[in-house]
């Protein structure tokens, strides 16, 4: 029997989160509070939108030209199971490589989904230790390549890159923002963003 996933916001293709072109998925619900988080509205465990996970399967597949799936939040940890059985239901239809950004240390994470990613963003999210560099909010988090697949893709002088989509009401900031990202994220945000 299929499961769902709580799920925030996804888009169909970025090129900021990882090497090459992916799909980036935010799941809902995280129990850190991290100062300066940018993702509070994806905190509550009772945000976002319930998907059955065939659907964001199939969704996921349709895509055509992406190298693989990164997934951030929320905290992805607290549906570990479930994304197990989206990724492995992905990877039975295509190979594709996995990245993962966790609130957590590596030496708290235990499990199964452990053995489906390529590469852990890990830690917490420190205002004090943010270093503008890229893939990465701060420098106590670490890029940890579980899997050889992205070991020799991370340029780690590479500057941050963001990207923005706008459609309606929503809007979505993908990438670790700059500080120049941000102040415009804040505009968005506050409305006062006049689109040209």
Same mark, same amino acid.
Request: charged share 30%.
């Given at each position: 029997m299929s499961g769902c996933l709580r799920i925030a916001f996804y888009v169909r293709e970025t090129e !900021?989160?990882?090497?090459h072109k992916r799909f980036a998925l935010w799941v809902q619900g995280c129990e850190k509070n991290c100062a300066g988080c940018i993702a509070q509205?994806? /905190?509550?465990?009772?945000?976002? *939108?319930? !998907?059955e996970i065939?659907?964001?399967?199939d969704i996921?597949?349709? !895509?055509?030209?992406?190298?693989?799936?990164t997934v951030s939040g929320g905290e992805p940890? $607290?549906? =570990? +199971?479930?994304?197990?059985e989206?990724?492995?239901?992905?990877?039975? *239809?295509?190979?594709?490589? !996995?990245?993962v950004y966790t609130g957590y240390a590596l030496s708290e994470l235990s499990g199964v989904l452990l053995n489906e990613i390529d590469t852990l963003i890990d830690g917490?999210? +420190?205002?004090? $230790?943010?270093?503008?560099?890229?893939? +990465?909010?701060?420098?106590?988090?670490?890029?940890?390549?579980?899997?050889?697949?992205?070991?020799?893709?991370?340029?780690?002088g590479l500057g941050r890159k963001t990207e923005f989509f706008i459609s309606g009401d929503k809007r979505m900031m993908v990438?670790?923002?700059?500080?120049? =990202? /941000?102040? $415009?994220?804040? /505009?968005?945000? =506050?409305?006062?963003? *006049?689109?040209q």
């Open positions: !900021v989160l990882g090497p509205s994806m /905190k509550d465990p009772g945000g976002g *939108e319930t !998907v065939p659907r964001l399967t996921i597949l349709s !895509v055509e030209g992406i190298e693989g799936i940890f $607290l549906q =570990a +199971r479930e994304l197990c989206l990724i492995r239901a992905v990877r039975a *239809e295509r190979d594709f490589g !996995v990245i917490e999210y +420190r205002e004090t $230790l943010d270093d503008d560099k890229g893939y +990465r909010g701060s420098s106590n988090q670490n890029i940890i390549h579980l899997t050889d697949r992205y070991k020799d893709c991370y340029d780690y990438g670790i923002p700059s500080e120049s =990202a /941000k102040k $415009l994220w804040e /505009k968005l945000q =506050a409305d006062d963003f *006049e689109q």
